[in-house]
Structures are given as structure tokens and as C-alpha cells.
């Protein structure tokens, strides 16, 4: 999987230098991340269509973008109506969010591994897009999202699919660990950079018991494929051109 700034691959192990790098550290490459996720497969062609389809009709409604990076969901969210905040662990993720959406929205600093700076029920939705799969432990982060819900809302999530993160491992290893949670390392080049990136990956049903578990129901389960208009030349060639793939996973949860 590759494009010009942000190529990801799996190394079979961290050693040297990566070995000792910070992982996950968005700080050090937000500029060149959120300069790539303008246009990559991976966002512009697959998450944010994806995410804004399950949406759908979103004006007027207060929505809370966890995990918000630079903020181009909470923007075309906003495009459409949407009161939107957001709130994220990067400083820097944050600082260009605020230059994208400007001093309006509420944008705080927090991690989802904690306790959210919100109050009960001060959210009609909340999107949690591609933030989820770096925590191991999902109980208090969804019991945190289901608490800033309001009775009815709803929770949006993408996540990386656990097929797409299996088929790649049963490449590397001949053997599946499907059924375990377990997490991974990507070696990601983000603006001619190699940078350490590390994932938890669990099965369909234990995000599912996750999700009951905090009190909510899955509404849709949703598996699409990049986006039709995707340009051809931002496909991994070595997936052969212009064929459709699977690499993540949707949700509409509904909070009880
Ligand atoms: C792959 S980016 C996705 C950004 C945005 N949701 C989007 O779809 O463009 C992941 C974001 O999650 C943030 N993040 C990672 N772990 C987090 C955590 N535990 N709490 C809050 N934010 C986190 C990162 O700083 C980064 O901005």
C-alpha cells in the first residue's frame, strides 16, 4: 500500500533504530500526515465518503469528532450543517484543526483513554474514525463515548477491518490470529519519513460484545470498498489497478 507521502507496510519486527522510536507520535509528523490524508486512498477515497454516507443527514445536530486529527470530518460535517467539536491527543493535530476550522468549534485536548472533558449527553453523534484501533482495551473509551451520548444518539466508527489485518498476517506467517487481540506494527513513510506506527486488531464478535457491553446496538455494519471515483494511480499497485479491496470497517452504533 503506497502514494507518494504515506505508504504503510508491516515489518515482521521493529529492530534498531525503529525499535527504540517513539510509536504513534502524530506530534512529530502532523504536517506531512494531514498533507497526505487531503487526498489519500485511504481518507479522501475511502474513510470520509464512507463516514459521511452513514452520516447522513447531519444538520443541526451537535457532533463530537473523537480522535479529530487536523479536522476534515468535523469540516465537510460541518459543510452540512453540523455543530461540530472535537477533541484529540496531539497537540499538533490539534493546532491544525484549529487553523482549518477556525476559533468556533470547541477543540480540546484529551485522550480516549480517559476520562472526555464533556458532560452527559452533550452529543446527538459522535465519529470515532480510525482512532479506535490504537487502543487495546475499548471498555472505558466506549463507556466515555456512550456517557457524552444522548439517549438515541449515535456512535460512528471506523476501524481497521480484522480480515485485512489477518490476510496480511497469514501472508507473513502462514498461520491466522484471528481470534486473538493483538496488535501490530506498520512502518509507515509520512512525508519521506519512516515512522513507527503500532495497532490493535481484535475479531467482529469481540467488538460487538464491546459495543453491547457499553450499551450500544449496532444499527448498520458496513463494509465498503474505496470510493468508485478513486483515482486509479492511488490504488496499491500491487493490488493490480482499479479493483476493489477491503481495509476497514463501519458502524452505526445507537446509544440505549
Ligand atoms: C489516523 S488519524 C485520523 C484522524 C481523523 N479522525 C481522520 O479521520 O482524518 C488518528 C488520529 O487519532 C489521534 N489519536 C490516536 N490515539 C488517540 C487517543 N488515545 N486519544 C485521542 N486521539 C488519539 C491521533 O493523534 C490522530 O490525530
Redesign the pocket.
Known amino acids: 500500500m503506497s502514494d507518494e507521502h504515506y505508504s504503510r507496510r508491516m515489518p515482521t519486527a521493529p529492530e534498531g533504530p525503529a525499535a527504540e522510536a517513539r510509536v504513534?507520535d502524530?506530534d512529530s509528523f502532523a504536517e506531512a500526515y494531514t498533507a497526505d490524508?487531503e487526498t489519500s486512498l485511504w481518507?479522501a477515497y475511502y474513510?470520509r465518503p464512507a463516514v459521511i454516507k452513514l452520516a447522513g443527514d447531519v444538520a443541526g445536530r451537535k457532533i463530537l469528532?473523537a480522535?479529530?486529527?487536523a479536522g476534515?470530518?468535523a469540516a465537510m460535517l460541518r459543510e452540512r450543517g453540523a455543530i461540530v467539536a472535537g477533541?484529540?491527543?496531539?497537540a499538533k493535530?490539534l493546532e491544525l484543526a484549529r487553523k482549518r476550522l477556525g476559533p468556533e468549534p470547541d477543540l480540546q485536548m484529551?485522550?480516549?483513554?480517559g476520562p472526555l472533558p464533556y458532560p452527559d449527553g452533550a452529543f446527538d453523534d459522535v465519529i470515532a474514525?480510525?482512532?479506535l484501533h490504537?487502543?487495546e482495551d475499548w471498555t472505558g473509551p466506549l463507556a466515555e463515548l456512550r456517557r457524552v451520548l444522548k439517549r438515541g444518539g449515535r456512535l460512528i466508527v471506523a476501524v481497521d477491518h480484522p480480515f485485512a489485518i489477518d490476510t496480511v498476517q497469514m501472508q507473513r506467517t502462514g498461520e491466522s490470529a484471528y481470534f486473538e487481540t493483538r496488535s501490530h506494527d506498520e512502518e509507515w513513510t509520512v512525508g519521506g519519513r519512516s515512522v513507527l506506527m503500532n495497532f490493535w486488531t481484535r475479531p467482529l464478535h469481540a467488538m460487538s460484545d464491546a459495543f453491547a457491553a457499553a450499551g450500544f446496538r449496532i444499527a448498520v455494519i458496513s463494509e465498503p470498498p474505496p470510493a468508485p471515483d478513486t483515482p486509479v494511480e492511488l490504488f496499491p499497485p500491487e493490488f493490480g489497478g482499479r479493483k476493489p479491496f477491503l481495509c476497514f470497517v463501519f458502524f452505526v452504533l445507537e446509544a440505549s
Do not use: H, I, R, W
Request: glycine share 12%; aromatic share 12%.
Open positions: 504513534n502524530y490524508n481518507n474513510t469528532d480522535g479529530c486529527g476534515p470530518l477533541f484529540d491527543s496531539s493535530m484529551a485522550d480516549l483513554g474514525a480510525l482512532v490504537y487502543l
